[in-house]
């Protein structure tokens, strides 16, 4: 657009206001109180437009636009960002370091977990869902606990050092399961206890714009099947490690 034809709007839009949205220097322009309102109370009419496009667009198969993806933060740096739909449940991990087990031993029941320490998340939402596996003793093990900050690689990382044992998602620490650095707890007791949790991609529309199919047909490609974090297991030489 030229210099003039924005001028000419703004000038309009003024009009039609009646009040000054700019303060015009020859240096600058700065923008009043209304003109700050004006576009505070605009932006979200002006995204709506994009995402209207968009949805118009996608009835083509166009891929374009804007890609807004929400995910836990851990996730998004290992596997979102290097992707740039998987809808997979992600079985959860008891796991601890081998210098914690040669210390405290390795439980061979829930009921012995009441002599360790297990490490939990800082806030009580259970997300890491010991209370599905501890049922209803699940006080009995509150003494034991170790608490640290919400975010699974401080929980992964303080399993690595040793500082107890950990309820993980499998995308979290099946990695290091499969190299030999955390051992898995329990497995077939831990498989059984039900509320697995899971990765999804969640849609608004019937029919996913042309930009969602192209991401999370990526994300399918990089994550694989079965999931990279997961896919050794098959192997005979990390079988002992994955069982």
Same mark, same amino acid.
């Given at each position: 657009m030229t210099h003039s034809?924005?001028?000419?709007?703004?000038? #309009?839009?003024?009009?039609? %206001?009646?009040?000054?949205l700019l303060t015009r220097s020859t240096r600058a322009l700065v923008p009043t109180s209304a003109g700050q309102l004006v576009l505070q109370r605009a932006q979200p009419v002006l995204d709506d437009l994009v995402d209207l496009r968009a949805e118009v667009l996608a009835l083509t198969g166009a891929?374009? $636009?804007?890609?807004?993806? #929400?995910?836990?933060?851990?996730?998004g740096k290992r596997y979102v960002l290097p992707a740039l739909e998987a809808l997979i449940a992600n079985e959860r991990r008891l796991v601890a370091s081998a210098r914690y087990i040669s210390r405290l031993g390795n439980p061979d029941?829930?009921?012995?977990?009441?002599?360790h320490r297990l490490i939990d998340k800082m806030h009580s939402t259970d997300v890491l869902g010991w209370s599905s596996l501890l049922g209803s003793s699940t006080k009995q093990f509150a003494a034991g606990h170790e608490v640290f900050r919400d975010d699974f690689e401080?929980?992964?990382? #303080?399993?690595?050092? /040793?500082? /107890?044992?950990?309820?993980?998602?499998?995308?979290?620490? $099946?990695?290091?399961?499969?190299? $030999?650095? %955390?051992?898995? %707890?329990?497995?077939?007791?831990?498989?059984?206890?039900?509320?697995? /949790?899971?990765?999804?991609?969640?849609?608004?529309?019937?029919?996913?714009?042309?930009?969602?199919?192209?991401?999370?047909a990526s994300l399918r490609r990089t994550i694989g099947s079965p999931p990279i974090w997961d896919g050794a297991c098959l192997s005979g030489a990390n079988r002992g490690h994955c069982s």
């Open positions: 034809s924005i001028v000419r709007q703004i000038d #309009a839009l003024e009009a039609e %206001l009646g009040a000054p891929v374009s $636009g804007v890609l807004r993806i #929400a995910c836990l933060s851990t996730f029941s829930v009921s012995a977990l009441a002599v401080a929980l992964r990382l #303080a399993a690595l050092s /040793g500082f /107890g044992i950990a309820l993980l998602p499998s995308w979290v620490v $099946g990695e290091d399961i499969m190299a $030999g650095r %955390l051992t898995r %707890l329990l497995p077939s007791i831990v498989d059984a206890s039900g509320d697995a /949790g899971g990765i999804y991609a969640l849609r608004a529309l019937v029919e996913p714009l042309a930009k969602v199919n192209a991401f999370t």
